[in-house]
């Protein structure tokens, strides 16, 4: 018999997919991402209210494409990349281009 410790990890690994978040972008990877693919990001604030509410459909869409090698829907955490944010003059949240 199974112990329930063991249907716990068992149930989740099953939702180990389903948590996936969309790709953040960094200075080490922003670049090559978007120079490498058509891309979709979200250029967000962590206490955003609307970047959070938009943050379900926008993993949900990130991982229809996540096996693409034309397109990549990635985000950027404002907060934490600022170099990236200022450079593009993002001025609100959230912003996609």
Same mark, same amino acid.
């Given at each position: 018999?199974? %112990?329930?410790?063991?249907?716990?990890?068992?149930?989740?690994?099953?939702?180990?997919?389903?948590?996936?978040?969309?790709?953040?972008?960094?200075?080490?990877?922003?670049? %090559?991402?978007?120079?490498?693919?058509?891309?979709?990001?979200?250029?967000?604030?962590?206490?955003?209210?609307?970047?959070?509410?938009?943050?379900?459909?926008?993993?949900?869409?990130?991982?229809?494409?996540?096996? %693409?090698?034309?397109?990549?829907?990635?985000?950027?955490?404002?907060?934490?990349?600022?170099?990236?944010?200022?450079?593009?003059?993002?001025?609100?949240?959230?912003?996609?281009?």
């Amino acid at each position: 018999m199974y %112990s329930i410790r063991t249907a716990g990890y068992f149930v989740l690994l099953l939702l180990i997919p389903a948590l996936q978040a969309t790709p953040s972008l960094t200075l080490d990877n922003y670049e %090559s991402t978007l120079n490498s693919k058509n891309a979709l990001v979200k250029y967000h604030q962590t206490w955003c209210g609307h970047c959070k509410a938009m943050k379900p459909d926008y993993d949900e869409l990130s991982k229809m494409f996540a096996d %693409s090698e034309q397109v990549a829907i990635v985000e950027v955490d404002c907060g934490e990349e600022v170099e990236i944010c200022e450079a593009e003059q993002i001025e609100g949240y959230p912003t996609l281009k």
